[in-house]
């Protein structure tokens, strides 16, 4: 799907829903990572690119109506916060989100030499650590935690099944 194709989406549920014409833009954003979509009172709509090829097109559009449904209480109202009354009955009305689903993470490992305990951290170490179980809570240069890589940390999911 191009920004030409959301644009159309954007524009046809708008002018469904509020009877107005849209008057902002929607495009794809690869730098977002733990967000699926934001919007901004100039009207730009950026949409996570990511979020959509792992979830597909009907899960974009259900994110792309809820930043609609920001974008249109920020022009009604100066405000677009999500526990406003105008904004989560403008939501079920358009019937987006309330939540994006979640995106894995990146993390990276770091083991203790001597007794393998890892640690997971969302960026790299600038500082050097040693394992506290090792050196009894002190610093000491012989337990340095050592970095192993990285690794994506995927979402649990939500299972609708009960267990008896």
């Not at 597909?56 to 974008?71: C, Q, S």
């Not at 979640?102 to 500082?127: A, D």
Request: with cysteine; hydrophobic share 30%; aromatic share 12%.
């Amino acid at each position: 799907m191009d920004t030409g194709e959301l644009n159309e989406i954007a524009e046809s549920i708008y002018k469904e829903h509020f009877d107005e014409d849209f008057h902002g833009w929607v495009e794809w954003s690869t730098r977002m990572k733990r967000i699926a979509g934001n919007c901004r009172s100039d009207g730009r709509i950026a949409l996570n690119k990511h979020y959509y090829e792992r979830y597909g097109k009907e899960e974009i559009i259900l994110v792309l109506k809820h930043e609609l449904a920001h974008l249109y209480c920020f022009k009604k109202i100066g405000k677009h916060s999500h526990n406003h009354p105008l904004f989560k009955e403008i939501l079920e009305q358009l019937g987006g989100s309330k939540i994006g689903k979640m995106m894995p993470k990146k993390v990276h490992i770091y083991e203790c030499p001597s007794c393998k305990k890892q640690w997971f951290f969302k960026s790299r170490l600038r500082k050097y650590f040693s394992c506290a179980y090792c050196s009894n809570g002190s610093f000491n240069t012989d337990y340095i935690i050592q970095y192993i890589g990285e690794t994506i940390i995927e979402p649990p999911t939500i299972s609708n099944e009960t267990s008896e």
